[in-house]
């Protein structure tokens, strides 16, 4: 087990929701009822803001609209994972439903993340006089003057962090820009396509309707859940109104993934969709060519999506072998080499690149350090990184940048590109940066607890109102408990290779079935011992009966035993 440091929140409210949503940042210790309703119950019509604010958006529209008159092809450029694959199917949809023609560019791994001559050459090929990007290009200085040097206009949609100098383009809309003055600066790349989209109601109106925004936000959900952006504001807008969409989907593609997969419509939530449906769209570029995913997303033909997505659903297995493989290399790597003697963990290797990324954030999980993991190919290193949360990747990547030929991305997950004679250089400076800027402290998992329960308290009335706070992610995390002086009265191990340890409690006169996944230690705990326990909660249903599903995430011992004894 994970050794972590307990960390209670003060309790400032007795109501229990306001209690978490206080936790959360959500609202403060004066509060009134309507922010708590809103955030409970967001509104469709009246809880996104107004997309005109963002930058660039009217240079945006009246080109789109010049497009649409003159009848020109749009090319749409999107990056290779599960937010520009949804959000690029989703540019390409509304466009089509306003009636312009459209072509598409989904870069291949081995061209590297971004804006790239080989695609912008390939759009203008086609016919396009107009490219958009999607989730990418903030960072494309020379590629834009490139689409200007060959008399195509570009607009620029992005999520990422801009740099010191912004692509000149036609329009380039991102609300991370410094002179942005939209109000919420955390929206996915398939987001910000939403709402520029949303935005084009007025010039569109019998095209671009509520009932067709809303019967896409499957697309855009998948973006927003995967991508990991905070699941507050609109992104929390979009994630609950988009997993409603989702389980009620007319997208073909996805449905035939449904079918291939084992995913049940009904259970769909925002674990489904970061474990289970974004990986597969994630998987071809991974291994090979997004393309597909994007034409899954696309197709209207049912032989087509059936096919697409069994494919999707093999190379998902063959993404997860890859990812064990490299796991395992570099794990022995990491004990042979001592690579985790300093705060950060930098390795390289004969690895594909597209399942660093993953890989490398199984290892921040269990070193609890950033790993940054290079991919040798022929014309350098490849690399991913993830971080943990007091080093700012990006940042960090900024002040190297000197030996770097390319990088972007966010706070805690970056994409990077240097030469092989630069690459002792680069481990040296981020090693001392990370060494400066980590301490061994840091390095120590903390377990946030919500709220210490009483044994009798837990009930699936107050389970469900827990779960009103759905979808949870990033910014929004799952509620965690606290009980203390618990009895352990049974236990056993089940699942695959015994990984999983079922554990019965009783507390008074309450007994607590409970659940400790991927336990790792094969001793068993002592029975006839108290313990305190941290925990997350939901509701089990079967044969039309519901019980309390309590999953333990960390135990201790608890204090005064011999009390306990002689009682």
Known sequence: MTEFFWEVKPRVFDDEVKQLLFNRGIIGEKTDEKLVDRFINPNFETDFHNPELLPDFV??????KRA??????????????????????????????????TFFYIPTRDEGYGLNQEGIDYLISGGCSLIITVDLGIRSIELAEYCRSKKCDLIITDHHIPGDKIPQAVAVINPKLKASKYPFSELSGAGVVFKLIQGLKKTFPEKITDRFLKWNLDLIAISTISDVVPLINENRVIAKFGLITLQKTKNLGLEKMYEVSGIKTEKINSYTVGFQIAPRINAPGRIDSASKSFELLLTENEKEATELAKWLNDQNLLRQEA???VETEVIEMIAKEKLDKDMIIIASGQWPRGVIGPTASRLVEK?????ILLAIEEEGLIGSSRSVGVFNMIENL???AK????????????GLSLNIKNLESFEKAMIKLANTQISREDLIPKLKIDLE???????ISKIKRFLELEPFGLGNPKPVFLMTQLKLVEQRFVGRDSRHLKLKFQSRDHDHDCIYFNFGEKEKLENKKYYDIIFTLGVDEWNGSEKVSLSITDLKLSTNQSSHERQ
Request: charged share 30%.
């Open 59 to 64: 240079k945006f529209k009246n080109r789109i």
């Open 68 to 101: 649409y008159d003159n009848h020109e092809k749009i090319g749409v450029f999107g990056d290779y994972d599960a937010d520009g694959i949804p959000g690029s199917a989703f540019l390409v949809k509304a466009l089509t439903k306003i009636g312009i023609e």
């Open 323 to 325: 990812m064990d493989q």
């Open 367 to 371: 070193y609890r350090r950033p790993v």
């Open 398 to 400: 900024e002040k190297t």
């Open 403 to 414: 030996w770097l030929t390319k990088f972007g991305g966010h706070k805690g997950a970056a």
């Open 453 to 459: 329960m009483e044994s009798e308290s837990i009930t």
